[in-house]
């Protein structure tokens, strides 16, 4: 088809260590893969971080970071928020914009692409106003966010989600524009099987850890474990509200010294230490509104050949049962310490073997690429450019 100038709104982007960065990272990949000329419009890296040169135009600003140097916040959101009017206002036209949340975004990203004509594709991997309902107690910051997010999604040509379950709560908030399931994967790549790494003594939960995701029973669940089974470590490596609740937690049960924070990774970082872990770690809180979430940190575990443990309800546990039917992809289990406790005793007394990694890591790269995810995604945002021309 005709080349396409797509412009990606995003306020975290690739080599930030994130999920979303990889996903939209693959999405210009394959963009400018096919020949369109992409921009990203994103926020200033931490610290002195350089981004490296890629085939996409990188446009960043800068913006307000929490004390762990992540963008998170009404008022960091604002600060990439506002200044994104101005630029998305004066950037040369695209035809087609795509966009991530939160949903301040989308409301600056609805009001300028209205103004200018300009379709756009909102990425509707979760659903914000369910997840904090875990942060906030107040009504009205729920139902502004709630009407942000929907003013942001109603004015988009289409929307591109993970899973059924976030299609069927999009649509019950009121959503009438037209969405798409296109999945979502690893970056098979970065993450790839080292058959001669060794594997040690050690269990990792890499990624967010958030009130909804009640990963402080991983605590409880790995004092109960150690009991029987000492000299194992749980490293959390990631951003999370929940840090020093968790830390305060393994301190009271005598579990402290085993208990480690590293700090976000990119993931070629992060990879080393999936090579080396018994099994990584997912949860997800029961009885919240967002059991529907699905929990992406498994992909990236999967595609570098280490099983995964999830707590918790939703679609997680049913994609590692069925992932079970052709590999051995780890354990669900209730959001229980005593039965993560038990996973972990399985995962720790009988291990994957080599051989049994390589086949995970081969398994969800053939299944569950991100390339692949990605290129479902483009076909989307190149309908949706093409719609707007007609």
């Known amino acids: 088809m005709t080349s396409l100038r797509v412009t990606i709104v995003s306020r975290i982007y690739r080599p930030e260590p994130s999920a979303a960065s990889m996903f939209l990272g693959s999405v210009a990949d394959e963009l400018t893969a096919e020949g369109h000329a992409v921009r990203v419009l994103t926020a200033r890296l931490p610290g002195r971080q350089k981004r490296p040169s890629s085939a996409e135009d990188v446009r960043d600003f800068p913006v307000v970071r929490d004390k762990q140097g992540y963008l998170r916040g009404y008022i960091p959101y604002l600060s ?213 979430a699905f929990t992406t940190k498994a992909y990236s575990s999967l595609a570098a050949g280490c099983p995964v443990i999830f707590a918790g309800p939703g679609p997680t546990a049913q994609f590692i049962s069925e992932a079970n039917r052709a590999v051995r992809a780890g354990v669900a289990c209730a959001h229980d310490a005593g039965q993560i406790a038990a996973a972990m005793t399985l995962m720790a007394t009988d291990p994957l073997s080599t051989e049994e990694r390589s086949a995970l890591a081969r398994w969800t790269a053939e299944e569950h690429s991100l390339a692949a995810v990605a290129r479902r995604v483009v076909v989307q945002i190149e309908s949706a450019a093409t719609e707007s021309r007609r």
């Open 80 to 292: 990439f928020d506002i200044p994104l009017a101005f630029r998305l206002l004066f950037t040369p036209r695209p035809d087609v914009v795509f966009m991530e949340p939160p949903p301040t975004t989308g409301v600056v990203v609805r009001i300028i692409c209205a103004l200018r004509r300009i379709p756009y594709v909102y990425d509707a991997a979760d659903i914000w106003s369910d997840a904090a309902h875990q942060a906030t107690g107040s009504s009205l910051v729920i139902r502004v966010l709630r009407g942000m997010e929907r003013f942001g999604m109603n004015g988009a040509r289409r929307l591109v989600t993970i899973s059924q379950g976030v299609v069927d709560r999009v649509q019950a908030l009121g959503v009438r524009r037209p969405i798409v399931v296109t999945g979502f994967g690893a970056d098979t790549s970065a993450f790839a099987s080292d058959a001669a790494a060794p594997v040690e003594r050690l269990f990792v939960y890499a990624g967010s850890y958030s009130p909804w995701h009640g990963a402080e029973a991983l605590a409880d669940a790995f004092a109960i474990f150690s009991r029987e089974h000492p000299g194992y470590i749980l490293r959390f490596i990631g951003n999370g509200s929940e840090r020093d609740l968790i830390a305060a937690r393994a301190d009271e049960l005598g579990i402290g010294r085993s208990v480690e924070f590293v700090d976000a990774v990119p993931a070629e970082e992060l990879a080393p230490h999936l090579h080396a872990a018994v099994a990584s770690l997912a949860t997800l809180r029961p009885g919240t509104s967002y059991e529907y």
